[in-house]
């Protein structure tokens, strides 16, 4: 019995830690957007990779309609009191050079595996990519 009421409290602990990490993520979200507002050609974009583990990592960048990192936030870390971290060598950085280079880098790590920030930051550049070319399509650049 003490064994279910043990476990149920760990349940109950995640689930408020897990609610203040998302509130903290929000919250930054919308600083990072509200830097931008009103301004347009600019968009949000974000990629996230779990592991049960190893440290996971949510990545925040800010690429313009030239496909420009104009910033960058990372998220790495096992514990909810982990922050976001700016990532300043990819400012001004083109995302297909980004995805390049963390692919070129995948290619020597292969056997020890692939970091999660970098997959993330691959998640947020290839949305960035898609999501961008694709609104281009639609109105006509």
């Known amino acids: 019995m003490k064994l279910v009421v043990i476990l149920c409290a760990l349940l109950i602990i995640q689930?408020?830690?897990?609610?203040?990490?998302?509130?903290?993520?929000?919250k930054s979200l919308d600083k990072i957007i509200s830097n931008y507002k009103g301004e347009d050609g600019y968009f949000v974009f974000s990629g996230m990779e779990r592991s049960k583990f190893s440290p996971g990592a949510i990545v925040i960048m800010v690429v313009d309609q030239d496909y420009m990192i104009h910033e960058c936030y990372m998220l790495k870390g096992m514990t909810v009191f982990t922050k976001f971290k700016p990532l300043d060598s990819y400012k001004g950085s083109?995302?297909?050079e980004v995805l390049k280079t963390i692919k070129d880098k995948s290619v020597n790590k292969k056997d020890k595996g692939i970091p999660s920030y970098w997959k993330a930051l691959a998640k947020a550049g290839e949305s960035a990519l898609l999501s961008i070319s694709k609104n281009k399509i639609s109105v006509g650049h």
């Open 15 to 26: 689930h408020a830690l897990s609610l203040l990490q998302i509130k903290y993520y929000k």
């Open 94 to 96: 083109h995302v297909g």
